[in-house]
């Protein structure tokens, strides 16, 4: 049984709400700090549908539940610029951001993230920069600190251990938070439903909800019932391409990920890329409804590194009223994608799409670019994404072939679909505390931000406004 009051309650044990808990625990030591979540502590998540391909269901999901949130099996780059990852830079100056990005890189540093930065290079960023700008691409400047897939994990864990071990934090796994309780306009709790389904009213004056993208709904119903205004998002919709190391280690050997902008053709949608994985993985990622996504990974040792490279390519869209479910729409498209396979990810060679024809089995085997996610299942992304997104991704794909030549060839495969859900942004201020006095809103479920580095930004900002009071 969890103790009646605490000064401060975390909901969410993502980035967001590690970082709030540990600067809490360094600027305010003798305070109290409750964190829970509804998954397990990260030394229990696992998730079998990483080895076997096949979504079991477990309650609650691995993938997205538990200490670490979804960036305990992300890649792990932090990305150490203001305009990668989120919205941070609609809250505070170009200065204060970089300051708090600095505050939260010294932090993994010291939980254990490798000393290695890419994209440092000023002259090789700004050659690459300037040839890619003669053919109307934007090259988006941003170092990378690059966790690996099998670090990320073990520094958010030596997080947890310190927290839990070493300071006045404690941590209630497979708890549930109900309902936030509001008295005479400011926070005053929380009712939690623990692991043997007893529920409990725990107080506090200051609540910060950081519940992450797996409690993005949960968030949705709490301002919705607390009266408190949001913002939609946009969603965005894309594939992930596979091509070999040789088409891209000249622009991923300087800046690990080249993240590149541009503006198709036909339509004028924004095309970007996200997640580049040099000597990488693609993967299947499995969400609460069923619904199979693809991702990618990249290790840190280099023994574990493939001879491929893999990034999504995303179209973004912002829906204007009345439509205002862009989440539902992501996952209706990648459900789309789920249902022509049977339940896995749909792979096809750009050969075949050109020619307005499915992928089939033959016809991958004759592909040069061998295939990393082994349990993708061929076919035809036409009958997946809409024309708006294909033709936008094509334009997108012939615009990069010229400053990496070969992407736009035959053998280049697309792995479909890849979604990335961004939940609807809560109406707060600039210390991300909504009109409810106390109670603070943050990370990605917040609609704030979208990745490790800026989840943790909000964190360290909020810990900072609660230390000040």
């Given at each position: 049984?969890?103790?009646?009051?605490?000064?401060?309650?975390?909901?969410?044990?993502?980035?967001?709400?590690?970082?709030?808990?540990?600067?809490?625990?360094?600027?305010?030591?003798?305070?109290?700090?409750?964190?829970?979540?509804?998954?397990?502590?990260?030394?229990?998540?696992?998730?079998?549908?990483?080895?076997?391909?096949?979504?079991?269901?477990?309650?609650?999901?691995?993938?997205?539940?538990?200490?670490?949130?979804?960036?305990?099996?992300?890649?792990?780059?932090?990305?150490?610029?203001?305009?990668?990852?989120?919205?941070?830079?609609?809250?505070?100056?170009?200065?204060?951001?970089?300051?708090?990005?600095?505050?939260?890189?010294?932090?993994?540093?010291?939980?254990?993230?490798?000393?290695?930065?890419?994209?440092?290079?000023?002259?090789?960023?700004?050659?690459?920069?300037?040839?890619?700008?003669?053919?109307?691409?934007?090259?988006?400047?941003?170092?990378?600190?690059?966790?690996?897939?099998?670090?990320?994990?073990?520094?958010?864990?030596?997080?947890?251990?310190?927290?839990?071990?070493?300071?006045?934090?404690?941590?209630?796994?497979?708890?549930?938070?109900?309902?936030?309780?509001?008295?005479?306009?400011?926070?005053?709790?929380?009712?939690?439903?623990?692991?043997?389904?007893?529920?409990?009213?725990?107080?506090?004056?200051?609540?910060?909800?950081?519940?992450?993208?797996?409690?993005?709904?949960?968030?949705?119903?709490?301002?919705?019932?607390?009266?408190?205004?949001?913002?939609?998002?946009?969603?965005?919709?894309?594939?992930?391409?596979?091509?070999?190391?040789?088409?891209?280690?000249?622009?991923?050997?300087?800046?690990?990920?080249?993240?590149?902008?541009?503006?198709?053709?036909?339509?004028?949608?924004?095309?970007?890329?996200?997640?580049?994985?040099?000597?990488?993985?693609?993967?299947?990622?499995?969400?609460?409804?069923?619904?199979?996504?693809?991702?990618?990974?990249?290790?840190?040792?280099?023994?574990?590194?493939?001879?491929?490279?893999?990034?999504?390519?995303?179209?973004?869209?912002?829906?204007?009223?009345?439509?205002?479910?862009p989440i539902r729409y992501?996952?209706?498209?990648?459900?789309?994608?789920?249902?022509?396979?049977?339940?896995?990810?749909?792979?096809?060679?750009?050969?075949?799409?050109?020619?307005?024809?499915?992928?089939?089995?033959?016809?991958?085997?004759?592909?040069?670019?061998?295939?990393?996610?082994?349990?993708?299942?061929?076919?035809?992304?036409?009958?997946?994404?809409?024309?708006?997104?294909?033709?936008?991704?094509?334009?997108?794909?012939?615009?990069?072939?010229?400053?990496?030549?070969?992407?736009?060839?035959?053998?280049?495969?697309?792995?479909?679909?890849?979604?990335?859900?961004?939940?609807?942004?809560?109406?707060?201020?600039?210390?991300f505390e909504t009109p409810i006095q106390?109670?603070?809103?943050?990370?990605?479920?917040?609609?704030?931000?979208?990745?490790?580095?800026?989840?943790?930004?909000?964190?360290?900002?909020?810990?900072?406004?609660?230390?000040?009071?």
């Open positions: 049984m969890l103790k009646q009051r605490y000064d401060v309650i975390i909901i969410g044990a993502g980035p967001a709400g590690i970082f709030t808990a540990l600067e809490l625990a360094e600027r305010c030591p003798d305070k109290q700090v409750l964190m829970v979540d509804t998954g397990r502590e990260i030394a229990k998540r696992v998730c079998p549908a990483r080895t076997t391909g096949k979504c079991v269901h477990c309650t609650p999901c691995a993938i997205v539940h538990g200490w670490a949130g979804a960036g305990a099996f992300s890649d792990g780059k932090l990305s150490l610029s203001e305009e990668v990852g989120g919205h941070i830079s609609d809250y505070m100056s170009h200065e204060e951001a970089q300051a708090l990005i600095r505050r939260a890189d010294e932090t993994y540093l010291r939980f254990g993230a490798p000393e290695v930065v890419h994209g440092l290079d000023d002259r090789k960023v700004d050659e690459i920069a300037y040839e890619a700008s003669r053919y109307n691409i934007r090259l988006v400047p941003c170092p990378v600190r690059h966790l690996g897939t099998e670090h990320a994990g073990e520094v958010l864990r030596a997080m947890h251990d310190y927290l839990v071990q070493q300071t006045n934090t404690t941590f209630a796994e497979l708890t549930t938070a109900q309902r936030i309780l509001v008295r005479d306009g400011r926070a005053d709790g929380v009712v939690l439903q623990g692991p043997d389904g007893q529920t409990q009213e725990v107080h506090a004056p200051y609540i910060v909800a950081a519940p992450g993208r797996g409690g993005a709904d949960w968030l949705s119903e709490q301002v919705k019932a607390l009266g408190l205004k949001t913002r939609n998002n946009e969603v965005d919709i894309g594939v992930r391409v596979e091509v070999p190391n040789s088409i891209m280690d000249h622009l991923t050997r300087y800046l690990y990920e080249a993240k590149l902008v541009y503006y198709a053709d036909t339509y004028e949608n924004k095309v970007r890329t996200f997640c580049m994985n040099p000597g990488g993985v693609v993967s299947e990622e499995h969400y609460e409804g069923g619904i199979a996504v693809v991702n990618g990974h990249s290790y840190g040792d280099a023994k574990l590194r493939t001879g491929n490279t893999n990034f999504a390519m995303l179209v973004s869209t912002s829906f204007t009223e009345p439509f205002d479910q992501g996952r209706y498209i990648a459900q789309l994608g789920n249902m022509l396979t049977g339940g896995p990810i749909m792979v096809q060679r750009l050969g075949d799409l050109l020619k307005g024809r499915r992928t089939t089995v033959s016809r991958l085997a004759r592909s040069t670019t061998i295939p990393t996610l082994k349990t993708a299942v061929p076919g035809d992304l036409s009958f997946v994404l809409p024309p708006r997104h294909l033709t936008s991704i094509i334009e997108a794909l012939r615009a990069f072939d010229h400053i990496a030549p070969g992407l736009f060839s035959k053998n280049t495969l697309l792995y479909g679909v890849e979604v990335k859900f961004y939940s609807s942004k809560v109406l707060v201020d600039t210390h106390g109670l603070y809103t943050i990370g990605d479920g917040a609609g704030i931000t979208r990745g490790l580095m800026q989840a943790s930004v909000t964190g360290i900002k909020v810990a900072d406004h609660i230390a000040e009071r």
